[in-house]
C-alpha cells in the first residue's frame, strides 16, 4: 500500500473523541481504527500485537541479528481526532505540484497565502487539503500512517539493523487522556518518539505546563425593578474576572515560550455562571504563578460579593518534557542526524500545546516530539504535504538504524 493510500483510508474512519464523555476511549468509533491497525500490523508480520481492554493497540518489530541488545526504542502515535471541528465524511482534495498560490476549498471558502504565508514552503510539493467543511484529520492520522509504512518498510528489509522496536496508537490524546491507562513496562521501550509534531523538521521536546480552571459563579437573582443593592449578576461577575486577567496575556497575543491564559467557554443566567479556562507556561514557575493569580481574584470577588460567591477548581493536566528529556541528550542527537539524512532541516522549537509524549515522560518514557508534514491542525483550512510525510517515513526508518549503531 503507498503512502497516500494509506493515509486517505485512516482518515475516512471517523475516530473524533468526545471531552464529556465518562467512557474510554471517549468515543466507540475510534475502536474502528484502532482494530483495523491490530489487523494490519499481524497482516504486516509485526510480533506481541496487541488491543488491550483499552483499546491501545502495540506491536514489535524484532531486532534484526546481533542487535537484540540494542536500546528498545517506540514510536507513538493517536487515532483520535479534535472535537473542535466534524470529522466524519472527510473528502480530501489532492493537488499535485502546488504552485504556492492560493487553494480553493470550496466555492465559498479560500486557504489564502496571505494568511497561511508558510504555504510557501510546499510549492511543488503533492498536498492533501480538505473540501473546507471537515478537519482533515492528520492529527494524528499522518503520524500513524507514517509509523505503519514505516514498519512495513523495515519488515521488507531486514538488512536494515535495528534493535528491537514498539509500535504504539493510542486513543483521546486531543482532549488530554491519551495515556490515562497506558502501560509503560508492559510496553517495554527504553526511549520513544510521539510522531504528532507539523511543519516538516519539527522536534520539539519542550512544552507547556498545562491545567484546567473551572470557575463556578453563584448569583443572586432579583427582579430588575428592585434589584438595587440586592441583586448579584453571575454574568457581570465572569465578565469582572476576565477584565482582571492581562488581555495581552491571551493566545492571541503570545508566541514561543510566551505563556497564555484562554476563556475557552462561558455560559450562564444572572443565577448561575460557569467559566472554563486553559492556562499554560513553559516555566514551572511562572505557570504556578499564572494559577495563583487565578486565586487571588476569586478571593477578591468573595470578598467584595460574599464568601462562595465564586469558586475554583484547577486541574494540573501536563508538565514540561524537557526536564524529563533532557537528561537523555542521545534522543535528540539521534533525531536530529536521522532528519538530516532524510534531507530535512531540523526545526527545535517549543510546543505551543502538549502531546501524549509530555505525560509518558513524566511516567518514565522519555518521549519527545517527531513532525508529521500535517498543517493547520484542528480546522477547515488543515493540510498535509505528501512529500514531507514520506520524509517522516525516512526519518523513523533512519531513527531505528542509528539507535543500532
Known sequence: ???????LNYISFDTQ????????????KQLALLNHLFAEMIELGLEDVEIDPNGYVTGTIPATVGCEEKPVIGFIAHVDTSPDMKGADIKPQIIKDYDGGDIKLNGNITMKTADFPELAFFKGHTLITTNGTTLLGADDKAGVTEI???????????EIRHGKIRIGFTPDEEIGRGVDFFDVAQFGAQFAYTVDGG???????ENFNAAGVKISIQGRNIHPGYAKGKMINALIVATEIESQLPPAERPEHTEGYEGFFHLTAINGTVEHALMEYIVRDHSRDMFEKRKE??????????????????TATITDQYYNMREMVEPHPQLIDKAKRAMEEAGVVPVIRPIRGGTDGSRLSYMGLPCPNLFTGGMNFHGKFEYASLDSMEKAVRTIVNLARLWAE
Do not use: Q, W
Open 293 to 310: 493569580k487565578i486565586r487571588l481574584i476569586i478571593d477578591g470577588i468573595n470578598a467584595k460579593y460574599g464568601h462562595g460567591t465564586a
Open 148 to 158: 505503519m509504512t514505516a514498519a512495513e518498510y523495515l519488515t521488507a528489509h531486514p
Open 199 to 205: 511543519f516538516e523538521g519539527e522536534l520539539e521536546y
Open 1 to 7: 500500500m503507498t503512502l497516500l493510500d494509506r493515509f
Open 17 to 28: 473523541s468526545d471531552p464529556s464523555s465518562e467512557t474510554f476511549p471517549s468515543t466507540a
